[in-house]
């Protein structure tokens, strides 16, 4: 069984910065893909970014420069570090990993951006 803990939301003002973390345990089989997905109230999951085994980076446009996405391939851990937070941000973060069996999500965690 695989498990995500994910840590890091909270409230912040806006321009400020929040770091979410997410590691992974349980029977996993060689994670391909590390990422975080997004879902504010209304709203489908939408992608924030993702990371590759060999460390390509995709990140959604609204976040471009101000997020950025790293991982720790021997602790299977990814974190997304979070900068110039804006009330749009506002949502439920999801961590979420692809391996060669599967994709596995967390149960997210909220970031709550104040103007």
């Known amino acids: 069984q695989v498990r995500l803990v994910e840590s890091g939301g909270g409230n912040v003002q806006a321009g400020g910065s929040l770091r979410l973390s997410c590691a992974a345990s349980g029977r996993l089989f060689g994670i391909n893909e590390m990422g975080w997905y997004r879902q504010a109230p209304g709203n489908q999951h939408e992608l924030v970014a993702r990371i590759t085994s060999d460390g390509s980076t995709t990140y959604t446009d609204s976040v471009k420069g101000r997020f950025t996405i790293s991982r720790d391939n021997a602790e299977n851990t990814v974190d997304l570090q979070m900068n110039s937070l804006k009330p749009e941000d506002t949502s439920v973060y999801y961590c979420?990993?692809?391996?060669?069996?599967?994709?596995?999500w967390g149960k997210g965690t909220l970031v709550t951006v104040s103007s």
């Open positions: 979420v990993i692809k391996d060669r069996i599967g994709g596995y």
